[in-house]
């Protein structure tokens, strides 16, 4: 990999250093509540009114991460073929700048994309530019050495020669990822200690090799193999190393990952021995146990553990880029776990930034073909596309990766549901896996339309109606659930008696019957939040004028959410880390319920119980939650006194302040106009009572 992530690990701040002061002007408004005559929820579709929801994660403003300027790479010329130079420009589609080939800016639908049947959507307009700058960038990028790798086109296209042009542009991502036969090492890779055998998805599948690809397939990646069930042994590592990763394999699951099935035990058991080869996936995967650890058994501990394994595996994956080699998997992976780090900081820029990384590498490593074809590449695509997706719907921008990547996920899952229908157990996993790949697939939908909607690329009517179909397909997918993932015989019902009973301060029924589902129908529940959080969301860009309806359509799916949060919280049988996907969910759900005192406590006591368990929100979203819970306090703690709010709690909380504003003013540059989904809400409308 190139410069630019090697210089965006370099940049980044905050590890490591001692917790300051941070202005309160790092810290604008989320989103701004005024009041309107508009009779919508978000407005037409324009770009004037559409509203993107970033303040549920803490990003202030919609943007996009793009690398400094001043790191500049070419492409490397493809034999037999006279390549045009062109000057890269920032006023063309999406879709042309991530093949990085010349887009002719038709709108509203440039030529490539027609004649591919692609997604055209484009950026907002850029500042312009003087010729002489841009002549001179020219020049200066001519110079530079560098190289990146060529896009395969999208298999609904065929391959045009001017599809090859040579980009010069000077916010190119990445330099070049050397050739298959370049060499190199694999990483910062070490003597595996751990077994090395993995089952194949399918007998007719073969690992990390993909059939019908043209001659531009990214070779395939070079994969270790594994034996799932068994535990990796980390016996050689120090002691305290070995403490961590005893905590990792008993105690954290893919539900701390929000990742909502793991038919493969690939966090549990595959991650683990995957790190035993890389010593920079070693230390972030003990860094996050350490940090998951100190904040359970040491509330009056320090952070410097968990920063000294945090720090140590950047540091050693600088050094790894430094040297140019060939990234592998484990690379890959490493950065999705401190894109993870990241997440728990609340530090979604810098989290933008692993994710750039992570998109080119996956595309290098993988088509969306090879990678459903083992564990390791399917696990990749969902680890990353739920960063994808999640990213470009709270910022109002398109999905990184192709429509493609979505649809193979869920055809496979589909493939290996009939292939296994004599297994009920892999039938059943599959057909979970089915309906997650599904919810990533509409997730897609939704935030390509809201794009467009950004950037008044289409119209009110059309938006009107593809926000209707979209909604369609939501309650379309609820209701035709295979009875199989919805067996009444794994509800629960009786909640034992570990569950706290009923007080006066719940604001639902905390024994809600019909929602609760245990394993291994305990994905049910998860896909059933997420899938009412997706609904209150589309719902918030509804563009109907019955506003009336809208908000009683929105406060029945927050009560709903709420009910679901309380039971993964009071049932004694809620896996490890159940409750740290809801976070965003509940976040949005507090916005639809009344503000009187008993729900702004309900809600208090929730968030406060999120980061208790390492998930922080962000400044700005403490600012915000506390203005609408007429509570400033919250801004510094959610309960009052200090109510848990331990000496780790308060460290962790100075350096993700710290390394949130630091990134912010870092990639001010990057902002574009804030637009806030809720701009057009008057929130007491929703009543006090």
Known sequence: MGDYYHHFLASMSGAGQNPSKIPPEAYPSPFSVVQSSSSSIAGPATSSSYQAPGFLAGIHEPLIFNPSKSHKVRRKSAPGIDHVKHRRTRSGCFMCRSRRVKCDETRPICERCRKGNRECIYPDPPPSKSASSQSSSLKETAGTGGTVPMQRPSPSSSLEVDDLEEDTGPDVALETIPDQEEGGSHDDTLPSKGPVSMRPSSPATSVGTSVGHSTSTPPAPDLPNFQPSSRADWSHLPASMQRYMDYYYHNITHHHYCIVFDGD?????????????????????????????????????????????YNKSVIMLIEFLKRKEKPSIHTLFTILQLATIEEYLGDWINLMGHQKAAHELLITLFTPK??????????????????????????????????????EYVDYCQTQILLNGDN???????????????????????????????????????????????????????????????DPAFLVTDFGHGAPPRDESDIVDPYTPGILYREPLFPTTKLIVGWMSMVIMHLCQSPTTDREKSYADLRDYSYNVCACVE???????????????????????????????????????????????????????????????????????????????????????????????????????????????????????????
């Open 265 to 309: 035990d690939f966090f549990r058991n595959m991650l683990p021995q995957l790190a035993l080869g890389s010593e920079s996936l070693l230390n972030a995967l003990v860094g996050f146990s350490a940090y998951l650890y100190t904040l359970e058994h040491n509330p009056d501990g320090d952070i410097h553990e968990f920063l000294q394994y």
């Open 370 to 407: 090879s990678a459903m074809e083992t564990v390791l590449g399917r696990m990749a695509v969902s680890w990353y596309a739920r960063f994808d997706v999640f990213i470009a719907i709270m910022g109002g921008f398109p999905t990184s990766l192709s429509h493609e990547w979505f649809t």
């Open 567 to 689: 039971l993964i919280d009071r049932w004694p049988g809620s896996p490890k880390g159940s409750l740290i996907a809801a976070q965003a969910t509940t976040s949005m759900s507090a916005l639809f319920l009344p503000k009187d005192k008993k729900h702004s406590n309900w809600f208090r006591r929730k968030f406060a119980l999120i980061e208790s368990k390492g998930y922080i929100h962000p400044a700005n979203v403490r600012v915000k939650m506390g203005e609408m819970f007429r509570e400033p306090s919250c801004a510094r703690w959610w309960l009052p006194n200090d109510e848990g709010y331990s000496p780790i709690l308060k460290a962790v909380r100075s350096l993700a302040d710290e390394r949130n504003a630091a990134a912010i003013n870092a990639q001010q540059e990057n902002l574009r106009e804030v637009r806030h989904i809720f701009a057009k809400l008057d929130m007491s409308d929703t009543g006090d009572g």
């Open 424 to 486: 009920p157990q892999l039938r059943l996993n599959w057909k979970i896996d089915k309906e997650s790949a599904l919810v990533r697939l509409l997730s897609r939908e939704m935030s390509m339309l809201y794009a467009r909607g950004s950037r008044g690329q289409i119209s009110p009517e059309a938006f009107q109606a593809e926000h209707s179909r979209i909604l369609q397909r939501l309650l379309d997918w609820r209701a035709e659930w295979d009875r199989e993932l919805v």
